[in-house]
């Protein structure tokens, strides 16, 4: 919707690229498991499915380069290197990488359009900023939503 309203969507590259993958484990690891080493850190989650989410980084990970998809063999390997073992990791559901690239609309309206959320801005993932300023931009736009349909505030608003 941004770029079909003609929103540009300014920012600066990633310097950090992270990897997740949700997958099945034979033999999980305690719940909420995390780990640091001079390898990199990781954590895995449960899901509510059975999966878990492994999420990680490494030293190797600041970079600019995108090295193409996530394998479940990289993202087995990672792990081993990071926890000492793999925990009998299988069927992948989303093996993925994400970058720390920040964007930030140049416009949050043009015309009908109004952006919030992910069309709006983009943030490293981890620590829930994203969802955080998404959740309050929708409060924002909503009450002055309700105020212009309301009349009691001009359309500029």
Request: hydrophobic fraction near 35%; glycine fraction near 14%.
């Amino acid at each position: 919707m941004r770029t079909a309203a003609g929103i540009d969507f300014p920012g600066t590259p990633s310097t950090v690229l992270g990897r997740l993958g949700d997958v099945m484990l034979d033999n999980p690891p305690p719940s909420g498991s995390s780990s640091f080493t001079d390898q990199g850190g990781m954590m895995v989650a449960p899901l509510p499915d059975g999966r878990f989410r492994i999420v990680g980084a490494g030293p190797d990970s600041l970079t600019t380069e995108w090295p193409g998809d996530l394998t479940l063999e990289e993202l087995r390997r990672r792990t081993a290197a990071v926890a000492g073992d793999d925990f009998g990791m299988r069927d992948p559901s989303w093996p993925s990488r994400f970058g720390n690239a920040p964007r930030l609309a140049a416009a949050y309206r043009r015309g009908r359009v109004l952006l919030a959320g992910d069309a709006a801005h983009q943030h490293f993932p981890t620590g829930g900023v994203g969802m955080n300023v998404g959740i309050q931009d929708a409060h924002n736009l909503g009450w002055k939503l309700a105020a212009t349909l309301n009349g009691r505030s001009p359309e500029t608003l």
